[in-house]
T-cell receptor, first 116, second 115 residues
């Protein structure tokens, strides 16, 4: 069955430090992969997506992610974290097989705290 | 920038009551979705809707749930007889194309509390 695993529930980094949030997926076909961010009281905002092509994708707010098929991973990175990046981050895989209408399967999320 | 809106932001209801959660998707989008997130758990897919009918639903979406697009702009989720375990944040989303291969735009959510 399709699934997404985010092994880190909560991460704290210092402002200005680099960040990597881990995401592993289990999916039989070529995956469509997404990272969403959720600030308190807000909806889910798309940071970036991978459909095909270059395995390193750039997103908004200075984020990037790398798709590694051999590791079934799609880790999110940012070279220098800002205090405003504190939020919850969700990795998701989009179903695209057969008659599926493309719902998203989410991981449990990683909460990012940023210390001054 | 166009956005998905949801009302109300917070709904409190008693067990057994019916609730309707409302969403206004982005106007030129064709695919609509409901997801829910129970506190502390992952976001889960409930149902997708296209061309005025349900195109896919999860096992969570049982007979107590229904969706409707009553006019050209609204998309609603009805829970006929709420249970305590229906307490969750409910997100509406829409996409121009089939969502697995296109970005889904999410609304801010409706927090449903069943007492």
């Amino acid at each position: 069955a399709q699934s997404v695993t985010q092994p880190d529930i909560h991460i704290t980094v210092s402002e200005g430090a680099s960040l990597e949030l881990r995401c592993n997926y289990s999916y039989g076909a070529t995956p469509y992969l997404f990272w969403y961010v959720q600030s308190p009281g807000q909806g889910l905002q798309l940071l970036l997506k991978y459909f095909s092509g270059d395995t390193l994708v750039q997103g908004i707010k200075g984020f990037e992610a790398e798709f590694k098929r051999s590791q079934s991973s799609f880790n999110l990175r940012k070279p220098s974290v800002h205090w405003s990046d504190a939020a919850e981050y969700f990795c998701a895989v989009g179903t695209n097989y057969g008659g599926s209408q493309g719902n998203l399967i989410f991981g449990k999320g990683t909460k990012l705290s940023v210390k001054p | 920038e166009p956005e998905v809106t949801q009302t109300p932001s917070h709904q409190v209801t008693q067990m057994g009551q019916e609730v309707i959660l409302r969403c206004v998707p982005i106007s030129n989008h064709l695919y609509f979705y409901w997801y829910r997130q129970i506190l502390g758990q992952k976001v889960e897919f409930l149902v997708s809707f296209y061309n005025n009918e349900i195109s896919e639903k999860s096992e969570i979406f049982d007979d107590q749930f229904s969706v409707e697009r009553p006019d050209g702009s609204n998309f609603t989720l009805k829970i006929r007889s709420t249970k305590l375990e229906d307490s969750a944040m409910y997100f509406c989303a829409s996409s121009r194309y089939r969502g697995g291969g296109d970005e889904q735009y999410f609304g801010p959510g409706t927090r449903l509390t069943v007492t």
